[in-house]
């Protein structure tokens, strides 16, 4: 069985302070929508692993239409502006995850 992970994606426009926030509030936010789903546990109980990538807007909205349960934020401070997508942590995802940018 492969090693679930959560991908989330920030926007690349985003300054260092809000983009940490963001992601911050991704995690939370799926794992509050789906902490009772047996997956969920599973990954909290063996992986726990996320992944944050920093793409930029064209990324974003294609990411937007990837068949896989997923949630798009947008930060209190930047009113109607979306600013991170958060995938659930499934056993595969799309061969694209493998080529987003990683945040640094």
């Known amino acids: 069985m492969a090693k679930r992970k959560m991908y989330i994606l920030i926007k690349d426009t985003l300054p260092s302070g809000i983009a940490i926030t963001a992601a911050a509030h991704a995690s939370l936010a799926m794992y509050l929508?789906?902490?009772n789903?047996?997956?969920m546990?599973?990954?909290?109980e063996t992986s726990f692993?996320?992944?944050i990538c920093k793409v930029d807007d064209l990324e974003f909205e294609r990411a937007k239409e990837h068949d896989i349960r997923h949630l798009v934020l947008s930060e209190s401070t930047l009113p109607g502006i979306e600013t991170a997508i958060v995938f659930f942590p499934e056993e595969e995802l799309p061969k694209q995850f493998k080529y987003?940018?990683?945040w640094k």
């Not at 546990?41 to 909290?44: D, V």
Request: proline share 0%; glycine share 0%; charged share 25%.
């Open 33 to 35: 929508k789906y902490q």
């Open 100 to 102: 987003y940018s990683l």
């Open 49 to 51: 692993a996320k992944v």
């Open 37 to 39: 789903n047996e997956a």
């Open 41 to 44: 546990q599973e990954y909290i």
